[in-house]
């Protein structure tokens, strides 16, 4: 059965850095597409960085665009987001979520893409 685990959240300053890593297990991960959604309090959930299963396509939001990178290392199942550059705008829950269906060929990123989702891990960017 699939799972995914988030970690690597906190609090940070503007200005800082986080790297997330979500770990995987019960799938086979090198088929699968990827990605890391965000849901600040009050707001939906939205897309902010996707991979494609084979690494060569990845997806960002604009308002992450030379900030954030997404990285997937399929030998330890595990998909990555560093964050550079934090904003307060960028505070929210973090999720990663994967799937068999590949459509960052589409250039989005869109969370009802994705069928599996992990828990989340909280980031909050705070002076």
């Known amino acids: 059965q699939l799972a995914l685990v988030e970690s690597g959240g906190g609090l940070v300053q503007p200005g800082g850095s986080l790297r997330l890593s979500c770990a995987a297990t019960?799938?086979?991960?090198?088929?699968?597409?990827l990605g890391w959604f965000r849901q600040a309090p009050g707001k939906g959930r939205e897309g902010v960085s996707c991979?494609?299963?084979?690494?060569?396509?990845?997806n960002y939001a604009d308002a992450v665009k030379g900030r954030f990178t997404i990285s997937r290392d399929d030998a330890k199942k595990t998909v990555y987001l560093e964050m550079n550059s934090l904003r307060l705008g960028d505070t929210g829950t973090y999720f990663c979520?994967?799937?068999?269906?590949?459509?960052?060929?589409?250039?989005?990123?869109?969370?009802?893409?994705?069928?599996?989702w992990g828990q989340g891990t909280q980031v909050t960017v705070s002076s």
């Open positions: 979520a994967a799937d068999p269906l590949d459509y960052t060929r589409k250039g989005w990123c869109r969370p009802s893409d994705y069928g599996s």
């Open positions: 019960g799938i086979n991960f090198d088929y699968y597409t």
């Open positions: 991979i494609s299963n084979d690494g060569s396509v990845r």
